[in-house]
């Protein structure tokens, strides 16, 4: 079922009890959380708002919209905080050495206790940054060489604005779920 | 005292014989078990191996005929156009020779500037976000016969998580096959995709609401008209592609109907109560429990008492995954509550589909 354009009734019956959703198109949905339908219904009033439904929705449904908006705003967030704390590709990375535990244990003479031993170990891989402008061939038949912006560091940038932007939009109250 | 006992010949070229009967591989698998666990095992590995449903296409309970959208057509599988493109899906008894199938899928979109589709199926996970037997490091195999009427067309399958078999809010990360693109012919052939599955990631949304496996054949492609033909799908574990197994037609339309089910020439009677006796309460069990409370849709029914015959200008009717609940009805005129509402139902559609 498409949810363009759709209106829903809310169905009640003689005990005034919500019992279902009639659709324009037809078609009736029962209020079960499972049934794909419900969620396309949910998914109409967060992108539409509530006055696609033509009565006062009750607050088990607007309770439910909004937890399903707030799952999805913060799975989109997680995820985009995530692709920010990739290195920059036109920066590169350090290499970053630490001690580390090698898994063997010594004892320690002075406190009489058994202790790691630590060895200097490469906990990050240094990663170069990559040239700022890539030459490539343009025009046909005639081709002439050219100068253009990395297409790696601009894609990289690209998806670091769309990320920041997820960021910037999202309710502080699921940026603190987070 | 002599004793003599005699003992019967023995033929030790007959008993070597007998040794080395034909017991074949799963002979050999038996022989070879130890505990009885073992024996389960291997007899159970034959038993609803395809975690498919309808992959030889038997059931079409919505109707053979070309369905064009993206909605479901033959039971379980569903088409995803790309960008605009219209598909059309027909009943086909174009079959690979000699495989004892009766019918394949033809999907097709023939216009020049049609941007092709995919075909998808699903698993149902046994609750929403739990992966059951889909667990990372798991292997699974998916194979089926396909051919196309067009030359230079290719496939890829792949696997992932999803809330429902198309689209939804929640998804997993999608999940290559390990053959990658394969060319489709013109002529029929089987093809194999294997799959280890991963730590499963959420692509959109949370992986807590993810409620099936969905089986994903990519074929569509930018500016390519598409007709293709499909058949004995099947999704097994392990990285062996087993012959197709044929389940009995019963047995695969109850698997069918927990998803999607059409009624037709059934009745039903309530005694009338709320909104001038146009509402009331029916009580109609399916005949197959349903995966959730189905969406009716396509309903068509004839609605009157013993004397007078109403046209319903609007019908709604509620539903359990057990059955129907309740109806609601616009009437031409009002029944009023006197007597007993008998409904007659020519058509009804439930739908429970992922």
């Known amino acids: 079922m498409t949810t363009n ?12 009890v919500e019992v279902g959703i009639a659709v324009s198109n037809g078609t009736t949905i029962p209020l079960d959380p499972a049934n794909s339908d419900y969620q396309l219904f949910l998914d109409d009033i967060n992108e539409h708002g509530a006055s696609i439904v033509e009565d006062e929705i009750s607050e088990s449904i607007v309770t439910a919209a909004a937890e399903k908006k707030f799952a999805i705003q913060l799975s989109a967030y997680q995820k985009a905080v995530a692709r920010l704390t990739q290195y920059l590709v036109s920066v590169g990375r350090p290499e970053i050495k630490a001690m580390v535990p090698n898994g063997r244990k010594v004892l320690n003479v002075e406190t009489g206790e058994m202790q790691d031993v630590l060895v200097e170990t490469i906990t990050q891989t240094a990663i170069d940054p990559l040239p700022a402008t890539v030459q490539i061939w343009q025009g046909f038949p005639e081709s002439v060489q050219v100068t253009v912006a990395n297409p790696a560091i601009v894609l990289d940038e690209t998806q670091r604005a769309a990320a920041q932007a997820i960021i910037d939009a999202t309710p502080q109250e699921v940026k603190d779920a987070a | ?68 959208g ?140 993810v409620r099936c496996l969905y089986v994903r054949l990519l074929q569509g492609s930018d500016d390519l008209p598409q007709d293709t033909y499909l058949t004995g799908i099947q999704l097994e574990k392990g990285a062996v592609a087993t012959p197709f197994e044929v389940r009995p037609i019963g047995t695969e339309l109850d698997l069918c109907q927990r998803y999607f089910q059409k ?27 349903m995966r959730a409370a189905p969406s009716a849709s396509n309903i068509s029914v004839t609605y009157r008492t013993q004397a007078t015959v109403y046209t319903a200008s609007s019908v709604s009717c509620t539903t359990t995954a057990d059955g129907l609940s309740e109806f609601f009805a616009t009437a031409s005129t009002n029944p009023g509550y006197t007597y007993p509402i008998c409904l007659l139902y020519s058509t009804l559609y439930l739908s429970a589909e992922l």
């Open chain 1, 5 to 16: 354009e759709l209106t829903y009734k809310i169905l009640k019956n003689s005990d005034d």
């Open chain 2, 1 to 68: 005292m002599t004793v003599t006992i005699s003992k019967p010949a023995v033929n030790l070229r007959e008993e070597l014989s007998a040794l080395k009967k034909p017991t074949g591989i799963k002979g050999e698998e038996l022989l070879r078990a130890n505990t009885v666990a073992d024996v389960y095992t291997s007899l159970n590995s034959t038993m609803f191996r395809n975690r498919l449903i309808n992959g030889d296409f038997r059931i079409w309970q919505r109707g053979v005929t070309t369905t064009p």
């Open chain 2, 70 to 209: 993206s909605g479901f057509s033959v039971d379980m599988f569903r088409c995803e156009p790309r960008n605009s493109t219209t598909i059309y899906t027909d009943r086909s008894t174009d079959v690979p020779a000699g495989q004892g199938f009766t019918y394949s899928m033809r999907t097709y979109a023939t216009g020049a500037t049609d941007d092709g589709f995919h075909i998808r199926t699903y698993v149902e996970l046994p609750a929403s976000g739990v992966y059951g037997e889909f667990q990372p490091g798991t292997q699974w195999t998916v194979s089926f016969w396909m051919k196309s009427a067009y030359a230079s067309r290719t496939i890829n399958v792949n696997l992932g998580l999803s809330e429902t078999s198309v689209g939804g809010s929640h998804q997993s990360q999608g999940v290559a096959s390990m053959q990658g693109t394969q060319f489709v012919t013109n002529q029929w052939q089987k093809y194999v995709f294997n799959f280890t599955l991963p730590s499963w990631v959420a692509d959109n949304g949370s992986l807590s609401n």
């Open chain 2, 263 to 289: 009624l037709a020439n059934q009745g039903v009677g309530f005694q009338p109560e709320g909104n001038n006796g146009q509402n009331g309460r029916q009580i109609w069990a399916f005949p197959v429990t």
